[in-house]
Nanobody, 126 residues
């Protein structure tokens, strides 16, 4: 099993930046390959994919609306994945969730992930 804990959320003005962190733990996390990702859920909306990164960190993919603004990265030595969010917009307001999937497959939908954190709130004011 894998446990994920997000941090770094908060309230920012439009155009500002936040950096989210996801600390992962578990017996197999440092041994096996895991694809990591970030998803978000705004009030009254379905959970949506935001970004994903391969186990090596060499491949990243983003939802169209965040391309050029968000950057996902990971530090396997620290068992941590990050989401740097720049040029934030009110539309980015949501609970952001860290997610993991065993294997090397590319996961670009929330339905593909097996492990989830509890989420961290990001609110962007206009």
């Amino acid at each position: 099993q894998v446990q994920l804990v997000e941090s770094g959320g908060g309230l920012v003005q439009a155009g500002g930046s936040l950096r989210l962190s996801c600390a992962a733990s578990g017996r197999t996390f440092s041994t096996l390959i895991y694809t990591m990702g970030w998803c978000r859920q705004a009030p009254g909306k379905e959970r949506e994919f935001v970004a994903t990164i391969s186990w090596t960190g060499r491949s990243t993919y983003y939802e169209d609306s965040v391309k050029g603004r968000f950057t996902i990265s990971r530090d396997n030595a620290k068992n941590t994945v990050y989401l740097q969010m720049n040029s934030l917009k009110p539309e980015d307001t949501a609970v952001y969730y860290c997610a993991a999937k065993r294997g090397s497959v590319r996961i670009m939908t929330p339905l593909g992930y097996d492990y989830w954190g509890q989420g961290t709130q990001v609110t962007v004011s206009s």
